[in-house]
Nanobody, 121 residues
Framework: QGHLVESGGGLVQAGGSLRLSCAAS????????MGWFRQVPGKEREFVAA????????YYADSVKGRFTISRDNAKNTLYLQMNSLKPEDTAVYYC??????????????WGQGTQVTVSS
């Protein structure tokens, strides 16, 4: 499986913005839909957004729709997540992964370290 490295997280105040990046293996990145997921300690990992490889169609969780924008640069093998109007509830560790629409592909185990996003009240 591909190697994924997330970055761009940090501490921001509510209403602020962050831009996350995911550097991915070229082979994996160019042949699959990629998405962002987030997880809070003690809670199940949840889907955030995804974007297809062939058409750049996007999918968003209702909780982030209108605030987050997912994009990708295939030439750079990089996935992005622009997060605006951040809320404390967005606080989590964010991960990228190959997806089938809004779910992680079956058998995927190569999660990166993730990047921490903390939004203060």
């Amino acid at each position: 499986q591909g190697h994924l490295v997330e970055s761009g997280g940090g501490l921001v105040q509510a209403g602020g913005s962050l831009r996350l990046s995911c550097a991915a293996s070229g082979r994996t990145f160019k042949t699959t839909t990629m998405g962002w997921f987030r997880q809070v300690p003690g809670k199940e990992r949840e889907f955030v957004a995804a974007i297809t490889w062939t058409t750049s169609n996007t999918y968003y969780a209702d909780s982030v729709k209108g605030r987050f924008t997912i994009s990708r640069d295939n030439a750079k093998n990089t996935l992005y997540l622009q997060m605006n109007s951040l809320k404390p509830e967005d606080t989590a560790v964010y991960y990228c992964a190959p997806t089938i629409r809004t779910v992680v592909v079956a058998g995927f185990v190569s999660w990166g370290q993730g990047t921490q996003v903390t939004v203060s009240s």
